[in-house]
C-alpha cells in the first residue's frame, strides 16, 4: 500500500496522511487537495483493521454536496487500493429531501459516514472525525460543542480528529484552533508550497486569472484576512422549500437569467408574484448551449405578455446576450452587471426574501445546494462582498438567477410606448 500512496500523493498530502498524530489542522490552499488527503487516510485506516472491527469514520462537510464530493473520492481510493466494500448508501426521508448520511461499509466491518454538517446531524456519533472545510460550516461553534464530547468520552476508546480548511477569515472555530490551541500537529500548505513540491499548476497564469489580491491571499496563500458566514442557513431555505407552488395564470411573471461560461450553467428562473410572496414556477438550466440559442430560449419566455422586468446577467461575455435581448425584446429586458454594489443589492434583497419567507422555491438538491454555497464576505476594511466556490455546475448560478429574477420583482412595471404611428393617428383625430 504505502507503493502505492507514494506514486498518488503530492509529498505535502503524503506527510498529512503519515502523521499519526490523534489530533491534526490542515491550513491548506484551494486546490491543493484537501478532500483528497483526508479521504485517503480515513479509506486506508479503515481497511488497515482486522476483519469484525468496529471502526468508523465521520466526515462533516460544509454541506450536502461538498459531502457527496468528499465521499466520491473515498469511493475512488477504495478502488485504488483494490479495498473490500459491501456497500454504498446515500439516506434521504424523500428523492430531493437534505442528505441524511451516505455511508460506505467495507467487508471487514469498518465503515466511513459523511453527513452535511449541523449541530443535530453531528451530535451522538463517536468515530473517528473530519471536520472538512471547517472554516465555512453553517455554525461551527455549535457544531464543535456537540461534536467534541462524543470523540473524547474515554469511554469510547480514544478517536482521532482531522480538521482541514482554507481560511474564511477570523471569528470562527477554525481560525480559533489554528491559532490558539497549540496541542493539534499543525499543516500549512500554501498554494506555493504545493507547486514547490510538484503540483502542476501555472502560479502566475493562476494569480493573473484570480487578479484580486484580498481573494489571492486568503485563498491560496492561507492568510486570515476577513470574516465570511453563509448567506442563507439550510433551515432558512427549507422554510420557503414547497412542493406545491402553483402559477394562478393571470399574475406577473418575472424573470432572472444568469448567464454561463464555459464551464458554468445559464439558468433562467422565472416567478410569479402571488400578492407578497414570489414563487418560482420554472428553472431552466441550459448547459453548452451556443449563445444564440440562449437568446431564443430567453425571447421566448419573456416575451410573454404576463412577463413584467426580466434581468440578465451582462456581465463579461452575457453583455452581448443581454444587450441583444434588449433590442429584439424592448425595455422590459434589463442588463446587470455583477459587480460589488449591485451583488450587495441582489444578495441582500435575497437574503431578506428568505428571513420574511416572501419567496418560494421548488424543493430541489441542486437549487438548495447552490443557495447555501453563497458566502457573504467582510474584508478587514469593511466592505462586504459576495462569493461561491466552483463546483462542477459552475459558481451557484441558480442562486445568482434567482437573485436577478428579485432583483426584476423590485423594478417599475414595464409600460410599452406609444408608437409613432399610434401618436400620428391620434394628433389627426384631435386636428380633425
Not at 422549500?241 to 433562467?268: F, H, N
Not at 443589492?345 to 430541489?364: D, K, N, Q
Request: hydrophobic share 40%.
Amino acid at each position: 500500500m504505502n507503493a502505492i500512496l507514494n506514486e498518488i500523493l503530492m509529498p505535502y498530502q503524503l506527510k498529512w496522511v503519515e502523521d499519526s498524530s490523534r489530533f491534526k489542522i490542515g491550513l491548506w490552499s484551494r486546490q491543493t487537495g484537501k478532500s483528497f488527503a483526508t479521504a485517503c487516510e480515513a479509506t486506508t485506516d479503515c481497511t488497515a483493521q482486522p476483519k469484525g472491527t468496529a471502526c468508523h469514520w465521520v466526515v462533516l462537510s460544509a454541506g450536502e454536496r461538498q459531502a457527496l464530493e468528499w465521499m466520491e473520492k473515498a469511493r475512488k481510493w477504495s478502488e485504488a487500493i483494490k479495498a473490500a466494500v459491501d456497500s454504498y448508501d446515500e439516506i434521504r426521508n424523500s428523492a430531493n429531501a437534505l442528505l441524511s448520511r451516505a455511508e460506505i461499509r467495507f467487508a471487514n466491518g469498518a465503515r466511513i459516514t459523511a453527513i452535511p454538517a449541523n449541530p443535530d446531524t453531528a451530535r451522538g456519533y463517536s468515530a473517528n472525525l473530519v471536520l472538512d472545510e471547517f472554516a465555512i460550516h453553517e455554525k461551527p461553534f455549535e457544531i464543535w460543542a456537540a461534536i467534541y464530547p462524543s470523540i473524547t468520552n474515554p469511554l469510547n476508546g480514544e478517536k482521532k480528529l482531522r480538521i482541514v480548511s482554507t481560511p474564511k477569515g477570523r471569528g470562527n472555530k477554525f481560525a480559533d484552533l489554528w491559532e490558539h490551541n497549540d496541542k493539534y500537529s499543525k499543516h500549512k500548505v500554501t498554494i506555493e508550497d504545493a507547486v514547490r513540491m510538484g503540483l502542476p499548476i501555472d502560479l502566475e497564469e493562476l494569480k493573473a486569472g484570480v487578479d484580486d489580491p484580498d481573494i489571492w491571499a486568503q485563498e491560496y496563500m492561507c492568510e486570515f484576512i476577513d470574516n465570511t458566514s453563509v448567506l442563507l442557513p439550510y433551515d432558512m431555505i427549507g422554510k420557503c422549500e414547497s412542493e406545491t407552488i402553483k402559477d394562478d395564470g393571470s399574475s406577473p411573471l418575472y424573470i432572472g437569467m444568469d448567464i454561463g461560461r464555459s464551464k458554468d450553467l445559464s439558468v433562467i428562473v422565472t416567478a410569479v408574484k402571488l400578492g407578497d410572496v414570489l414563487a418560482v414556477i420554472d428553472v431552466t438550466e441550459l448547459r453548452r448551449m451556443p449563445f444564440n440559442d440562449q437568446l431564443d430560449v430567453l425571447l421566448s419566455k419573456g416575451s410573454a405578455n404576463r412577463v413584467q422586468h426580466v434581468c440578465i446577467d451582462s456581465t463579461g461575455i452575457g453583455a452581448m446576450l443581454a444587450e441583444e435581448a434588449q433590442r429584439r425584446g424592448g425595455g422590459k429586458f434589463e442588463g446587470v452587471v455583477f459587480n460589488v454594489a449591485s451583488k450587495g443589492e441582489m444578495y441582500g434583497a435575497m437574503r431578506r426574501r428568505f428571513e420574511e419567507r416572501s419567496v418560494r422555491i421548488p424543493v430541489s438538491r441542486d437549487f438548495r445546494e447552490d443557495l447555501h454555497a453563497v458566502q457573504r464576505v467582510v474584508s478587514t476594511g469593511g466592505n462586504v462582498t459576495y462569493s461561491a466556490p466552483r463546483n462542477a455546475d459552475g459558481h451557484s448560478d441558480r442562486a445568482a438567477a434567482l437573485a436577478l429574477c428579485i432583483k426584476a420583482a423590485t423594478a417599475a412595471p414595464y409600460v410599452k410606448p406609444i408608437t409613432t404611428h399610434a401618436r400620428t393617428s391620434y394628433d389627426r383625430r384631435r386636428i380633425d
